[in-house]
């Protein structure tokens, strides 16, 4: 299984080398989801692909929701979502949303994808990763059980492009290239080692970091980065190289290749027996 032991050597390695926790990567990330989501057009550009397997009676289990990019929309298409969500920032976000717009047929799991569908009743019609398989280091674990629980199984992950921008960023504040997490390529080999031939459309979508400030701007990056204050005017200075002002907002505007992986246990599935 050498697709998945690289896999799995990905995730070993970038959780090695980060330098911040999930906790902490969530809690920083759970109220700027929100303007990611406003800011660009993912969510507009798949949900019509996603409608076209569920209805009024379907049941949708979602791996991480986050605030609720697809879950808010989905919702009231479908008579039912179950959300496995494990950061406790993110379910504050995402419950807050849900309230806010009325919401009351989704129930949110606080567990982590591999340790939580144990506690997950199928059959579900669709099944959504949106982005959050890349931490996952059983990943033909949990892709057997998505299997087994729905019947499409709808996965969003990126094609490991970087942007020039980004890695001279992060080579310039971090004095190295980035260490990625396992992406598309990895996934999809895995997925041919389990017998698994997906479906894969590619598509293209904006990739926009907008802030209503120039401090803001500076100030996320400065998390993001985990730079200390002699650092940030020369931070600054190098943002404004790539960033730019529209309609009254700052920001740095770029496009990325997000692969759309689809995979029907009727159709793409060739394991040996039944599941």
Not at 68 to 95: K, Y
Request: hydrophobic share 40%.
């Amino acid at each position: 299984m050498r697709a998945l032991r690289e896999w799995q050597e990905r995730v070993t390695t970038c959780r090695r080398k980060r330098e911040e926790s999930d906790d902490e990567a969530w809690q920083r990330l759970a109220c700027w989801y929100n303007a990611w989501v406003q800011n660009n057009d993912y969510v507009d550009l798949i949900l019509p692909r996603l409608l076209q397997y569920v209805g009024s009676r379907a049941r949708v289990l979602e791996i991480g929701p986050g605030s609720g990019a697809f879950t808010l929309p989905l919702a009231p298409a479908v008579r039912e979502i179950v959300a496995l969500e494990p950061s406790p920032a993110m379910r504050d976000v995402l419950a807050h949303n849900l309230a806010e717009a009325g919401i009351t047929n989704v129930r949110i799991i606080p567990r982590r994808v591999e340790e939580g569908l144990d506690e997950v009743e199928g059959p579900f019609d669709l099944a959504l990763a949106s982005h959050s398989l890349y931490n996952v280091e059983p990943i033909d674990a949990v892709i057997r059980e998505l299997v087994r629980l729905a019947r499409h199984i709808a996965i969003l992950m990126g094609t490991g492009e970087q942007w020039e921008w980004y890695r001279t960023l992060h080579c310039r504040f971090k004095g190295k290239d980035r260490t990625r997490y396992p992406h598309f390529r990895h996934f999809y080999a895995v997925l041919l080692e389990m017998g698994i031939c997906a479906d894969v459309e590619t598509i293209w979508t904006s990739a926009n970091y907008v802030f209503e400030s120039e401090q803001a701007l500076v100030e996320w990056w400065m998390r993001h980065f985990n730079l200390d204050e002699e650092h940030r005017e020369e931070l600054r200075s190098a943002l404004l190289q790539v960033a730019e002002w529209r309609d009254s907002h700052i920001g740095i505007y770029d496009r990325r290749r997000t692969a759309l992986v689809w995979i029907d246990r009727e159709r793409n599935v060739f394991w040996e027996g039944k599941i």
